[in-house]
């Protein structure tokens, strides 16, 4: 199972980017998916999760900004990023599991068991 993110760059302050992660050797069509994010110092919280039926979740420091959305077709997961924050500024990861997961527990770390590399985003005030 492989998970690879890509989109990540820097930007300023009230821009936008959007965010890519292409899984390939599993078929993730039934089971939750997320973006975490990490910044220097800090621990991996929880950014967004997608169920099998499309249904998200988000934490409330980007509810309105971001959204995460899937195409199944494709085994890609993305995350578009409104109206970025110097605050946004982190590695971004894009997370799997081949278990029984809830996409309500979107930073619930260990619900996940592949992840991949991470992409750098970082934004400029």
Sequence with gaps: VRLVESGGGSVQAGGSMRLSCA???FSYSSVCMGWFRQ??????EGVAAIASDAST???DSVK?????SRDVAKNALYLQMNSLKPEDTAMYFCATTDRLCSYVDYDRVGQYNYWGQGTQVTVSS
């Design 57 to 59: 979740s988000y934490a």
């Design 23 to 25: 899984v390939s050797g």
């Design 64 to 68: 309105g900004r971001f959204t995460i």
């Design 39 to 44: 910044a220097p110092g800090k621990e991996r």
